[in-house]
């Protein structure tokens, strides 16, 4: 086993003797956070549970029968008191079944840092109003992601919204999750409850991407083809702009007075009294600098104000990042936050042998192309596509309008470049602002 996937790991020894000494909050309460991020859409994501999925074990990958209920050494949520895993998913489309009445035929969808599956049906569906964000639809019949011909699942992931998470109950006592248990997780949900036999195509944008590139590592025979929009395979020491980016918006959460007084066990206070002040200062830090900086100096003040965080905001001080600290909770992100940082699968790259397409931005301040370009050059034939945005992160959105062709032509397996690894697009993104409640 690889290094780089050992020390993702959490030994079950370490995870008690840090639980010890942190309070735990009582169970069966109400959520803090919804279970989907777009209200009108809740009532299309359905739901399944893992019983004893390890959480924060390792992953030896010349083994993967010790990992087909998450990482060995992890600890399971009933062992702590709460109910199973619980992942939440919204599929759409037309199965294709094999002879043993297995689908054939998916598209995989993964989630993006604080997003989830009704975030992904909102930009990328036909007729929804976040159509506009992303140039227009890319799931439907005949689209891109062609629901006459695939079945499309869009994927929540491990940690927030509607899949399990610190805030419903244990808070600080959860098992610290991987961004392998989070496809870990879902390769259970596709396999043993949707009955997909294997998958056409692996997406996503952003921690969506990161996924697929992970899709690519575990399950390269289950998984034909990744295609990661402006993801990473690295977020850990090796990145190191990333890095501490991430670890800035952490510090932010942790240097919260209430954080500190508590240590992360706050939840017998009413959310008012929760360490607010952190998240916003979390999402202050991601949201100034997710746009390309010579496109955020000619914003007026007016705009960039809501952005920026204020101790005691007055009028649109900070207006942006209240409606963040009400809808998001701290330990919830601290644990987003912290998978990051151990987060690294370059050493398993070459395990990828599934088709690969990626598609960056070029001049992404938070994943940088550069990692990018190593991650190509890293896996057996896979492609690069990319391109100059002034909203730079936020056109991953938009990314796949861009090229549909091609991505149609990757899809269907026919894609052929000439010889050439990378290919690029000039021309900016339509639209400067990005709609309200999108983030990383």
Request: proline fraction near 5%; charge should be negative.
């Amino acid at each position: 086993m690889k290094t780089s996937i050992a020390r993702m790991a959490f030994s079950a020894a370490t995870l008690v003797a840090f639980t010890l000494i942190v309070a735990l909050p009582a169970l069966g309460q109400e959520p803090l956070t919804a279970n989907a991020v777009i209200p009108s859409l809740a009532n299309l994501k359905k739901f399944h549970e893992i019983p004893n999925f390890r959480i924060g074990g390792a992953y030896d990958l010349d083994k993967p029968e010790k990992w087909e209920n998450g990482g060995e050494g992890g600890v399971t949520l009933e062992s702590l008191g709460a109910g199973p895993l619980k992942i939440g998913y919204i599929a759409l489309g037309t199965p294709e079944r094999n002879d043993e009445g297995e689908i054939v035929n998916a598209i995989i969808i993964s989630t993006y840092y604080s997003g989830d599956s009704t975030n992904m049906y909102y930009f990328w569906v036909d007729g929804q109003p976040g159509n506009d964000f992303a140039n227009g639809s890319l799931i439907g019949p005949g689209n891109v992601f062609d629901t006459d011909r695939y079945y499309v699942v869009m994927l929540d992931a491990l940690g927030l919204w509607g899949a399990s998470k610190p805030s419903e109950g244990l808070g600080m006592k959860f098992p610290r999750y991987t961004f392998l248990d989070m496809v870990q997780a879902n390769y259970r949900l596709l396999r043993d409850h949707l009955n997909i036999a294997e998958v056409d195509l692996a997406t996503g944008v952003s921690m969506g991407a990161s996924q697929s590139y992970v899709w690519g590592v575990l399950h390269s025979g289950y998984v034909k083809a990744i295609m990661p929009i402006g993801g990473t395979t690295q977020m850990d020491g090796e990145a190191p702009v990333t890095n501490w980016l991430f670890s800035l918006a952490t510090a932010g959460i942790e240097s919260d007075p209430v954080w500190m007084k508590t240590n992360g066990d706050y939840y017998h206070r009413p959310k008012a009294q929760h360490p607010n002040k952190g998240v916003m200062f979390n999402w202050s830090v991601l949201g100034l600098t997710g746009y390309d900086l010579d496109y955020r100096s000619t914003q007026p003040w007016d705009a960039v104000v809501k952005e920026v965080f204020y101790w005691n905001p007055e009028g649109d001080q900070s207006a942006n990042l209240k409606k963040k600290a009400e809808q998001f909770d701290a330990v919830d992100l601290w644990y987003r936050n912290h998978a990051g940082s151990i987060y690294n699968i370059n050493e398993e790259l070459d395990r990828i042998t599934a088709r690969t397409l990626i598609i960056h931005v070029t001049n992404d301040n938070w994943l940088l192309y550069g990692k990018a370009q190593t991650a190509a050059a890293r896996i057996a034939g896979a492609q690069l596509l990319s391109f100059e945005s002034p909203i730079a992160h936020y056109a991953v959105f938009n990314a796949p309008n861009r090229y549909r062709d091609v991505i149609g032509a990757f899809r269907d397996d026919k894609l052929f470049f000439g010889g050439g690894m990378a290919a690029t697009a000039s021309g900016a993104s339509e639209g400067g602002e990005k709609p309200a409640g999108l983030a990383k």
